[in-house]
């Protein structure tokens, strides 16, 4: 996920012609985006009662006209490598089942958490959106996202934006977010949500990272693992329609 893109500690055009989906599908496709929306709050909301709320890391800004943003540190080639692959759409990714484990996962997707340090939750999801654009996909998970996160709004700082957004090596479309996440003690976490979806002109495929914000942005280990794992995504090149 390149804000530049980024793990915690060993705890990252469209075709002329998208091929849409009938109605039902879709409608299924936005129940399995609401269920990945609930467990994401699940996920981090849990991790941010066992923490108190910090305050969110700001960049500097970056001088008007220029490229922005900080490299982000190497980190090591992900190893004990597990796999997951998309029954429902054929696509697959490798992700690192030491620092990973799996919270949910179906025919579409798979919902990844990890626990840093602190005892804050990070979540990684990756699914398919059959039937729905690479924006259409965002917004739909922005649109969900909303009724577990309080105040999220774009992220407008410069420093934060994501650099050329794709999957699986193919080009698409990206955003990072910002809000509140309640735990069920009442406990506040500030948050940083970066999504990005591409499709192959079958199938769509969005990528959403949360994390607290202490462990989010251009610099953290959590997107630039999460950079491999989005790089790992092989696209099913015969995938059946919904």
Request: charge should be positive; aromatic fraction near 4%.
């Amino acid at each position: 996920m390149s804000t530049e893109a980024a793990a915690p500690r060993s705890p990252h055009r469209h075709p002329s012609h998208f091929h849409r989906a009938r109605s039902h599908g879709r409608l299924r496709v936005r129940r399995t985006l609401a269920i990945f929306a609930v467990t994401f709050a699940v996920i981090v909301g849990v991790g941010a009662a066992l923490t108190s709320t910090q305050a969110p890391i700001r960049h500097a800004a970056c001088p008007p006209v220029q490229p922005c943003g900080v490299p982000a540190a190497p980190v090591k080639p992900l190893v004990a490598l597990s796999v997951f692959k998309s029954a429902q759409s054929g696509f697959s990714l490798e992700y690192d089942g030491s620092i990973f484990t799996v919270a949910h996962r179906d025919g579409a997707g798979v919902t990844l958490q990890v626990q840093f340090r602190d005892g804050t939750t990070g979540a990684m999801n990756v699914q398919a959106a059959r039937g729905l654009s690479p924006s259409e996909a965002i917004a739909e998970r922005v649109k969900l996202l909303n009724g577990s996160i309080s105040q999220l709004a774009r992220d407008g700082d410069p420093a934060d934006e994501l650099l050329g957004a794709e999957i699986g090596l193919r080009s698409g479309s990206g955003a990072v977010y910002r809000g509140d996440l309640a735990s069920p003690q009442g406990v506040s976490q500030s948050v940083q949500i970066a999504i990005e979806s591409a499709t192959n002109g079958r199938t769509t495929i969005l990528a959403t990272v949360l994390a607290p914000t202490q462990h989010a942005g251009p610099q953290s280990e959590l997107y630039a693992i999460a950079d491999q794992i989005i790089n790992s995504v092989r696209w099913s090149a015969g995938a059946a329609s919904s």
